[in-house]
């Protein structure tokens, strides 16, 4: 029996992929969890991020750079001794190079039930129609 590699991944991902590269990654941790939505007016970037409340999660924008990142919490219950640990919240921190056609001002941010939902607007781009004379 040969084992035949199916790729199951839509032909734009690749395309997304370069749009939104993730640039950090901290080492020992994977990375949270993100689904990247691409409507025809924006983007949205869903992220999981169980654990944390809204005022826990800090997201920053510099140049074309949005940054997301939690602090690690401290450890509360460092006197138990685990059967077993299979999570912790480390922290979390993940980057994305967003496209030159985002409305950076209009960026918009939401959370519930432990998803972070970025809305990224894509700027309105002024389409010029002129009749032009022929002299």
Known sequence: MTL??????????????QMFFTASRQSGNCETPVNIINNENSFILEMA?????????SIN???QLLK???EAKENQTDDN???RREFSLNGLS???????NIDTEKISADFRDGILKITLPRKQEDLIKK???IS
């Open 4 to 17: 035949v590699r199916f790729n199951n991944q839509p032909a734009l991902s690749g395309l997304l992929d």
């Open 49 to 57: 991020v169980p654990g944390y409340s809204k005022e826990e999660i």
């Open 61 to 63: 924008l510099e140049q």
């Open 68 to 70: 997301i990142s939690a």
């Open 81 to 83: 001794k685990y059967l």
């Open 94 to 100: 993940r980057s994305f190079n967003l496209p030159k």
């Open 131 to 133: 009749e032009i004379s």
